[in-house]
Structure formats: structure tokens, C-alpha cells
């Protein structure tokens, strides 16, 4: 399994990204896929996710400025407003649980950095 992030860049703050990932190698016929973040010096937390009906959950300190969606197999996390305080990196995750609009996470991305000044 394979999962490769991209789209993660340094832009000023008040500007947008667009996170993508592909995944490769998921025996799976169904499963969901999440987006997760982790600043330096703290713990990795969820952002968002979405399931193979693309029903989707955003977490509550983003939910007004970021989106998920998901095109075929592959998710992205629309990132708006971007603030200082969102810097960190972000991870893509494919897993076969969907619980409470969370997707559990089975499998892991290398990350993709996100620096907003």
C-alpha cells in the first residue's frame, strides 16, 4: 500500500492550497480516507475525511475554511484562509473503518508540508 501526498507549499497567510493524495496497492473494495496534521512540538491531529460514499467529517477549528472531497479513489483536503497557525505537515491515511466521521487509519502517506506566514 501506498499512499503519496502533494500539493503542500509556503504561502502568506489569507492564501489557499490544495492537498492531494493517490493511493496505490489497496486490496480493499471499500474503505475511507482521511487527512491528518502535525505541527512541530505537538501531537498529530485530524482534519478531515471521507468515505467511499463520500460522505465526509472536517474538524471543528477548520470546518469553516477547509473541504474534503473525494474523486475516484483519491482525496483532497481544499484549504482556504490559511493561517500561521495551520503550518504543519499533512498526512494522508486509508483505512477500513469509518466511525463517527472519523475514518480509522490503516495505512499512512509520507506527508506533505504546509508553511503559511
Known amino acids: 500500500v501506498q499512499l503519496v501526498e502533494s500539493g503542500g507549499g509556503s504561502v502568506q497567510a489569507g492564501g489557499s492550497l490544495r492537498l492531494s493524495c493517490v493511493l496505490s496497492?489497496?486490496?480493499?473494495?471499500?474503505?475511507?480516507m482521511g487527512w491528518f496534521r502535525q505541527a512541530p512540538e505537538k501531537e498529530r491531529e485530524w482534519v478531515a475525511a471521507?468515505?467511499?460514499?463520500?460522505n465526509t467529517g472536517v474538524a471543528d477549528s477548520v470546518k469553516d475554511r477547509f473541504a474534503v472531497s473525494r474523486h475516484g479513489n483519491d482525496p483532497y483536503l481544499q484549504m482556504t484562509s490559511l493561517q500561521p497557525d495551520d503550518t504543519a505537515m499533512y498526512y494522508c491515511?486509508?483505512?477500513?473503518?469509518?466511525?463517527?466521521?472519523?475514518?480509522?487509519?490503516?495505512?499512512w502517506g509520507q506527508g506533505t508540508q504546509v508553511t503559511v506566514s
Open positions: 496497492g489497496y486490496t480493499y473494495s471499500s474503505y475511507c
Open positions: 491515511a486509508a483505512g477500513r473503518k469509518w466511525e463517527g466521521s472519523h475514518c480509522v487509519p490503516d495505512n
Open positions: 471521507v468515505d467511499i460514499d463520500s
